[in-house]
Each structure stands twice: as C-alpha cells, then as structure tokens.
C-alpha cells in the first residue's frame, strides 16, 4: 500500500482544513486508517482513526470535536477535518495504514503534509 497525503497549508487559528490521503493498491477497504502529526521538536503522535468500513472512529482528546476522520472506499481516499484549529495543531500530519484498527504499530505510511497553524 502506498498512501499519497494532501492538503497541508498555512490558516490562521480558528480556521479548517481538510487534509487527503489517497491509497494505491487493493484492497483498501481492508485497512483501518489513521492520522498522526509530528510537531517541531516532539514526537510523533496519534490524532484519529477509522475502521475498514468507516463504522469505528476514535480522536485524541486534544481534537476531539474538532477534527473528525472519514473514509470513502470507492475512492481509496480517508479524510481528517480540521476545524477550529489552534497553533499547538502545527505540525507535519502523516496518514498511516495498518490490518487492524488500533492507535499504534501501523504498517505503511505516507510522507506527511505541513499544517502551520497562525495566531
């Protein structure tokens, strides 16, 4: 599986983005998917995930209710909306890919997209 992220920018805080990650290969409805950022100088952290089917989704609780994941299977495409977003949310976002639906040990990543949040 190859994942090609999108959608990184520059927005003032308060502002949305919608970030993309399209998979190439089979079977993607196969995959959970998840979001994770790396901010300068931190470590790599988890932000939200989907099931295969889109049914399941889970956020940290620093985003929850303002960024929200989905999935559309026919397109091979998840989705991360960012709302109401801060400066503490700058960071290079990755998409990630994995067989089972959990916050950790994902298999295949894409290369990030850069969100810098401005106050």
């Known amino acids: 599986v190859q994942l090609q992220a999108s959608g990184g920018g520059l927005v003032q805080a308060g502002g949305s983005l919608r970030l993309s990650c399209t998979a190439s290969?089979?079977?993607?409805?196969?995959?959970?998917m998840g979001w994770f950022r790396q901010a300068p100088g931190k470590e790599r952290e988890f932000v939200a995930r989907?099931?295969?089917?889109?049914?399941?989704?889970d956020s940290a609780d620093s985003v929850k209710g303002r960024f929200t994941i989905s999935r559309d299977n026919a397109k091979n495409t998840v989705y991360l909306q960012m709302n109401s977003l801060k400066p503490e949310d700058t960071a290079v976002y990755y998409c990630?890919?994995?067989?089972?639906?959990?916050?950790?040990?994902?298999?295949?990543w894409g290369q990030g997209t850069l969100v810098t949040v401005s106050s």
């Open positions: 990630a890919a994995s067989m089972y639906y959990r916050s950790t040990g994902y298999d295949y």
């Open positions: 290969g089979r079977s993607f409805s196969s995959y959970a």
């Open positions: 989907i099931s295969g089917s889109g049914g399941r989704t």
